[in-house]
T-cell receptor, first 113, second 111 residues
Framework: SAVISQKPSRDICQRGTSLTIQCQVD?????MFWYRQQPGQSLTLIAT?????????ESGFVIDKFPISRPNLTFSTLTVSNMSPEDSSIYLC??????????FGPGTRLTVL | QKEVEQNSGPLSVPEGAIASLNCTYS??????FFWYRQYSGKSPELIMF????GDKEDGRFTAQLNKASQYVSLLIRDSQPSDSATYLC???????????FGPGTRLSVLP
């Protein structure tokens, strides 16, 4: 399985600011995804990060709020823009490699005050 | 709308017993099925995947798939307190994408 790291692991931010979360994989992967998981809830897919092109967003998520970059096959960033307390959540990066199995990074715990 | 359903629990079993976790899905075209374990405050960890009808065993874990009934289950034999976690079922029809996750079942193994 791929080894996935995320930075930062947690952060506390002020309302109206933005935070960029980084996801790094130790090997080239075909697919990278960003999820959000609110306390006690299941996973909600935000978008698929596409290498070299715009991300594919799920219903309810827009590029202006959650811009995503994926410059190569091992790295992606998710920015949470103009944050509000409702954005407090755990943000998870996941990858799919040569099999169709999905693996998750350790997550970023975001608190917005 | 593609859905995956699980009992939210909590499911409580005594230590040493068999824990049975169930998952149903609505998309008949689903091809791949996954079970993840998530400890509180941690990210989901893959336990098992299954593609074909029948049983697949890995240590104390057995995944069972019945595509005709659109049902997949996870059995945990000799349950331990360390198995206490939320178990997520995930399903996809497309290779490596469009995963649909269930809400998860919280398992509590009582010592």
């Amino acid at each position: 399985s791929a080894v996935i790291s995320q930075k930062p692991s947690r952060d506390i931010c002020q309302r109206g600011t933005s935070l960029t979360i980084q996801c790094q994989v130790d090997s080239q992967v075909t697919m990278m995804f960003w999820y959000r998981q609110q306390p006690g809830q299941s996973l909600t897919l935000i978008a698929t990060a596409n290498q070299g092109s715009e991300a594919t967003y799920e219903s309810g998520f827009v590029i202006d709020k959650f811009p995503i970059s994926r410059p190569n096959l091992t790295f992606s960033t998710l920015t949470v823009s103009n944050m509000s307390p409702e954005d407090s959540s755990i943000y998870l990066c996941s990858v799919v490699g040569t099999t169709d199995t999905q693996y998750f990074g350790p997550g970023t715990r975001l608190t917005v005050l | 709308q593609k859905e995956v359903e699980q009992n939210s629990g909590p499911l409580s079993v005594p230590e040493g017993a068999i824990a049975s976790l169930n998952c149903t899905y609505s998309d008949r075209g689903s091809q791949s099925f996954f079970w993840y374990r998530q400890y509180s405050g941690k990210s989901p960890e893959l336990i098992m995947f299954i593609y074909s009808n029948g049983d697949k065993e890995d240590g104390r874990f057995t995944a069972q798939l019945n595509k005709a009934s659109q049902y997949v289950s996870l059995l945990i034999r000799d349950s331990q307190p360390s198995d206490s976690a939320t178990y997520l079922c995930a399903v996809t029809r497309d290779y490596g994408q469009n995963f649909v996750f269930g809400p998860g079942t919280r398992l509590s193994v009582l010592p």
